[in-house]
């Protein structure tokens, strides 16, 4: 493949992945974000940097900069600097890859783990272009210049000891919890853990609740192989973030299997309690109208329905409850030697249906993976438990328009929703 051919190849297979990315406002804040959270560092124009008499900041961003530029950064003293490659590309970013130099070039590219045959392709082509060391295939980049450390890099060798750091920076997903996740790297591009700092209130509200969480769940010695280790947790120049270890290994099967059981087992058991079912009827129903006003008179009909119908199947039943990690999926799973380990901790709760972890892990593999379990997986499993099971799709649902989720996650529940409502009535509700 011809160079100018693979650069084509790249830019498409990214724009066709992350059609939907960020804008420049929310790039802007990011940067100022990683450098400190100092509001007054500008991305500024070469030419006016250029001038003579210019007075230089502390911190420097500059796109795409010149050799000329980059001697004049190092005649004034800028001895500290950080290149990353922009992907997709300046107006539509997603991720900030490290343009490190030298015989072993660093993939930093650990960040994102794709499931999609799109993604999947897109991080292959990008990954074995980096490889090469040819810096042709990049479009925008950026360089991040300081005279001394920046805040984030003593934070870091403070925590770890390390001195020489690597950062990959990824903006997430636009929305109500976005946030800004930072890879941190030795010189040999091995991960040192993940920094997580809020760009929304909502995100800030998530990471002071994961680092609690996590301070939490590491109090248990059953745990503690299956989870990260918390680094730091704190208000950090005004924000609250999380500093966690790497998990090692590979990611997690995408089919439910006893690893899964045998680790929803162990984190139950940790705090085992039981609840009415009139309780979680009760709680599920006040998180659940907060949300359906904006979801249509359909969508209330539905949840009417289910209520109903849980109130029905639950009234007299002793619900089994526990922590729950509320998000598990194949892509918050490592597999390392026969053991499963889990991360994001945002949405963990100490106190849920132990059974909605199962039925969480079922509904995204099959929404977003389109995976069909197996028989074997327990088919009945939700059938078996349809009370339950219509009260985590209305938890679920309300979850999922809070964090402003693509259109087809929602239309899944919905599905799932006039399945088990119509199966328990006898009829489709209007």
Same mark, same amino acid.
């Not at 996590?214 to 280790?229: D, V």
């Not at 949300?291 to 249509?296: K, R, S, T």
């Given at each position: 493949m011809a160079g100018g051919d693979a650069v084509t190849s790249a830019a498409q297979a990214i724009e066709t992945v992350f059609r939907n990315s960020n804008g420049a406002s929310t790039l802007e804040d990011a940067l100022r974000l990683f450098v400190g959270g100092a509001l007054d560092v500008p991305t500024m124009d070469e030419v006016e940097l250029l001038k003579a008499g210019c007075k230089l900041p502390e911190v420097v961003i500059s796109w795409s900069p010149t050799s000329e530029f980059l001697k004049h950064l190092a005649i004034n003293g800028y001895t500290r600097m950080h290149r990353f490659a922009a992907l997709p590309s300046r107006k539509r970013p997603r991720w900030f890859l490290p343009q490190a130099h030298g015989r072993h070039p660093v993939d930093g590219f650990e960040i994102y783990a794709p499931f999609s045959p799109s993604g999947r392709l897109m991080k292959a082509i990008t990954v074995k272009l980096r490889k090469t060391a040819w810096q042709g295939w990049v479009g925008d980049n950026v360089l991040i210049a300081s005279r001394t450390a920046l805040p984030i890099e003593s934070l870091v060798s403070d925590i770890t000891g390390e001195s020489q750091l690597i950062f990959s920076l990824s903006l997430g997903t636009p929305g109500t919890f976005q946030k800004l996740t930072v890879q941190v790297m030795r010189s040999d591009g091995s991960i040192l853990g993940y920094l997580k700092m809020p760009l929304t209130n909502g995100a800030r509200q998530r990471l002071r609740h994961e680092g609690t969480f996590?301070? @939490?769940?590491? $109090?248990?010695? @059953?745990? %503690?192989? =299956? *989870?990260? &280790?918390l680094l730091f947790a704190d208000s950090w120049r005004g924000n609250d973030i999380v500093f966690q270890s790497a998990l090692e290994g590979e990611t997690g099967p995408v089919s439910f299997t006893q690893l899964h059981e045998d680790f929803l087992q162990k984190l139950q058991s940790c705090q085992p309690s039981v609840s009415p079912g009139e309780t979680v009827i009760r709680d599920t129903a006040s998180k659940w109208e907060k #949300? !359906?006003? =904006?979801? $249509?008179?359909?969508?209330?009909?539905? $949840?009417k329905e289910a209520l109903r119908i849980a109130a029905r199947e639950l009234r007299? *039943?002793?619900?089994?409850? $526990? *922590?729950? =990690?509320g998000d598990l999926t194949p892509w918050n799973t490592r597999l390392h030697q026969g053991r499963l380990a889990i991360f994001d901790w945002e949405s963990g709760s100490s106190n849920a249906p132990n059974l909605w972890d199962r039925f969480h892990f079922l509904a995204q593999t099959e929404c977003v993976l389109n995976k069909k379990p197996e028989v074997r997986e327990q088919p009945d499993l939700r059938e078996q438990n349809r009370g339950l099971y219509l009260l985590y799709l209305l938890h679920s649902t309300a979850q999922t328009a809070e964090e402003e989720a @693509?259109?087809? !996650? #929602?239309?899944? &529940?919905?599905? %799932?929703m006039i399945r088990y409502v119509s199966a328990a009535s006898g009829r489709l509700p209007t």
């Open positions: 996590l301070r @939490k769940l590491s $109090g248990f010695p @059953k745990l %503690q192989a =299956h *989870i990260p &280790r #949300i !359906a006003p =904006h979801l $249509g008179a359909r969508w209330q009909n539905l $949840g007299a *039943i002793a619900v089994p409850c $526990g *922590i729950q =990690h @693509k259109q087809f !996650a #929602i239309d899944y &529940r919905e599905e %799932q």
